[in-house]
């Protein structure tokens, strides 16, 4: 994820998160038909590509990523206003020189931010 949003900065980046029980098993990478550093607009394609390629896996679609080169870091009033599903939505923000990685849960036009748990594999 950090890989793919760092190679498209100043760019925002954005993706789906794929896996079973609120855990991810897949980052997949999605085009930024916005190309911009600061709004991110899913390329419908690849979305429905991707949205296809997680039902064919028996996987569901839990977070949504996308980055902030440069700022804010939380979740913008836009990225609420947008957003159209009702998974975590996880925000990179570079920040202090360094990425940070945040997310959120968005509901009736609010956002609270969840606790995120990494484990090794
Ligand atoms: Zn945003």
């Known amino acids: 994820m950090l890989k793919h949003v760092m190679e498209h900065a100043p760019l925002e980046a954005c993706g789906l998160l794929a896996g079973k029980n609120g855990r991810v098993e897949k980052v997949i990478p999605v085009r930024n038909q916005a ?9 419908p394609y690849e ?10 896996q028996g996987l569901e679609l839990i977070g949504i990523f996308h980055s902030h080169p440069a700022g804010p870091e939380r979740i913008s009033a836009t990225d609420i206003r947008e957003a159209a599903y009702e998974v975590v939505h996880l925000v ?21 931010e969840v606790i995120l748990s990494i484990e090794k594999r």
């Open 35 to 43: 190309q911009s550093p600061v709004r991110f607009v899913m390329d």
């Open 92 to 112: 990179w923000s570079f920040f202090d020189g360094a990425w940070k990685m945040r997310g959120f849960w968005i509901q009736k036009g609010q956002a609270d």
């Open 47 to 56: 979305q429905l590509q991707a949205f296809e390629w997680i039902d064919s």
